[in-house]
């Protein structure tokens, strides 16, 4: 039988010894020329060391201990009345970035073979440092998933990446018994807090994510972690199978903001559900659009109509037979009495009191604690 060593290669030239994070496969295993059969790692990298030819593979080290670059770790047993396929490996390139993985805990391979001393503890990188092997960057890298979705690990690998891809690509989008519906947040400030209450209530609702201009990925906001930050990251999780989208934008210092992001919302294909909180009490015979936001304490009165991506905000008091225009804001604590209507991308601000029949126009913003007692007349959008 001919035996071929597997030992460690060099990394890089200020690394003469790498950790053994884990043996993929078992001791006494069949493998195949260029299988991976463990995983290291430096103070710069984590790397995958493969099977040099197809036999039967045994472990001459235990895992989690630090060994000298060309110690030999493993011998693979070739059967000679086989063809061979023995092929020379050259050595792997330096992974092209640093990204982290979840601890590992293992049990020491007993072996026949006396192992070697383990070598001097490996310096390890600075603490927050994230390392991550080269197939854990290529697969971050062609499902255009961002490397900060991992911050705070310490290693990741390509199961790592796999499985957070895996959320989307293998997420249910229908109501059933099985599983939620998965839906993804736009936006990560002081009213997304709201949305995702609001999601967590519902029993057919899963937020798999928020997409954030700002907000570095993953940040977590009430437990969903920030996963993208553009359009781009939004259309990439349309393409992988989430079809439903909230926006939660606020957005009171440029209200037709809210309205421009709810129709590029539209243009990817998502649909928007309206979110209703438990602790509101919405009227029967109220007619409401789409992307609709209602607050815990709010009323909202019979006949009532609410266009596409309003905001009934916490507290507010929207009486009978009332109509507000798509975009349109009733601010916490806000009071419209009977037949108010509010124009297109208008505020009513906190505290505010609208009397009976009073028309409020489009574009408006009506400043808190106001009493409005007569029309005010539409503005020209900015």
């Given at each position: 039988?001919?035996?071929?060593?597997?030992?460690?290669?060099?990394?890089?030239?200020?690394?003469?010894?790498?950790?053994?994070?884990?043996?993929?496969?078992?001791?006494?295993?069949?493998?195949?020329?260029?299988?991976?059969?463990?995983?290291?790692?430096?103070?710069?990298?984590?790397?995958?060391?493969?099977?040099?030819?197809?036999?039967?593979?045994?472990?001459?080290?235990?895992?989690?201990?630090?060994?000298?670059?060309?110690?030999?770790?493993a011998?693979?047993?070739?059967?000679?009345?086989?063809?061979?396929?023995?092929?020379?490996?050259?050595?792997?390139?330096?992974?092209?970035?640093v990204?982290?993985?979840?601890?590992?805990?293992?049990?020491?391979?007993?072996?026949?073979?006396?192992?070697?001393?383990?070598?001097?503890?490996?310096?390890?990188?600075?603490?927050?440092?994230?390392?991550?092997?080269?197939?854990?960057?290529?697969?971050?890298?062609?499902?255009?998933v961002?490397?900060?979705?991992?911050?705070?690990?310490?290693?990741?690998?390509?199961?790592?990446?796999?499985?957070?891809?895996?959320?989307?690509?293998?997420?249910?989008?229908?109501?059933?018994?099985?599983?939620?519906?998965?839906?993804?947040?736009?936006?990560?400030?002081?009213?997304?807090?709201?949305?995702?209450?609001?999601?967590?209530q519902?029993?057919?609702?899963?937020?798999?994510?928020?997409?954030?201009?700002l907000?570095?990925?993953?940040?977590?906001?009430?437990?969903?972690?920030?996963?993208?930050?553009?359009k781009?990251?939004?259309?990439?999780?349309?393409?992988?199978?989430?079809?439903?989208a909230v926006?939660?934008?606020?957005?009171?210092?440029?209200?037709?903001?809210?309205?421009?992001?709810?129709?590029?919302?539209?243009?990817i294909?998502?649909?928007?559900p309206?979110?209703?909180?438990?602790?509101?009490s919405?009227?029967?015979?109220?007619?409401?659009?789409?992307?609709?936001?209602?607050m815990?304490?709010?009323?909202?009165?019979?006949?009532?109509r609410?266009?596409?991506s309003?905001?009934?905000?916490?507290?507010?008091?929207?009486?009978?037979?009332?109509?507000?225009?798509?975009?349109?804001?009733?601010?916490?604590?806000?009071?419209?009495?009977?037949?108010?209507?509010?124009?297109?991308n208008?505020?009513?601000?906190?505290?505010?009191?609208?009397?009976?029949?009073v028309?409020?126009?489009?574009?408006?913003?009506?400043?808190?604690?106001?009493?409005?007692?007569?029309?005010?007349?539409?503005?020209?959008?900015?």
């Amino acid at each position: 039988m001919k035996t071929i060593d597997l030992k460690i290669p060099l990394q890089n030239p200020n690394d003469t010894s790498a950790r053994l994070v884990c043996w993929t496969v078992a001791d006494g295993q069949t493998v195949v020329s260029g299988e991976t059969v463990a995983e290291f790692e430096t103070t710069k990298s984590v790397f995958e060391l493969p099977a040099e030819a197809s036999g039967r593979i045994s472990l001459c080290v235990a895992e989690n201990a630090d060994y000298d670059v060309g110690t030999t770790v493993a011998r693979i047993c070739i059967d000679e009345s086989a063809p061979s396929d023995v092929e020379p490996v050259a050595a792997m390139p330096a992974p092209a970035a640093v990204y982290p993985m979840p601890t590992v805990v293992t049990t020491a391979v007993a072996t026949s073979q006396s192992p070697p001393v383990p070598a001097s503890t490996t310096p390890q990188p600075p603490a927050g440092t994230t390392i991550f092997s080269e197939r854990a960057a290529a697969a971050l890298a062609a499902h255009n998933v961002s490397r900060e979705v991992f911050a705070g690990v310490s290693h990741v690998r390509e199961a790592d990446v796999l499985k957070f891809i895996g959320r989307f690509d293998a997420a249910a989008v229908s109501v059933g018994p099985a599983g939620r519906i998965p839906i993804v947040v736009y936006g990560g400030g002081g009213h997304s807090r709201q949305c995702l209450e609001i999601i967590a209530q519902n029993a057919h609702l899963e937020a798999v994510g928020i997409i954030d201009t700002l907000l570095p990925a993953g940040t977590r906001v009430l437990d969903v972690p920030v996963i993208g930050h553009d359009k781009q990251a939004l259309a990439d999780l349309y393409a992988r199978g989430v079809r439903h989208a909230v926006n939660a934008v606020a957005s009171i210092n440029n209200p037709r903001l809210r309205g421009t992001l709810h129709q590029m919302l539209k243009r990817i294909g998502f649909a928007i559900p309206n979110l209703v909180h438990v602790q509101a009490s919405v009227s029967p015979s109220a007619v409401l659009g789409e992307g609709i936001q209602i607050m815990a304490g709010t009323v909202v009165g019979p006949c009532v109509r609410i266009g596409d991506s309003c905001i009934v905000n916490s507290g507010a008091i929207v009486s009978h037979d009332c109509v507000l225009a798509n975009n349109a804001h009733v601010a916490p604590g806000a009071i419209l009495a009977g037949s108010v209507r509010v124009g297109e991308n208008s505020l009513i601000g906190m505290g505010v009191t609208v009397y009976m029949n009073v028309t409020i126009g489009d574009n408006c913003v009506i400043r808190n604690g106001e009493r409005v007692f007569s029309d005010v007349a539409g503005q020209a959008a900015a």
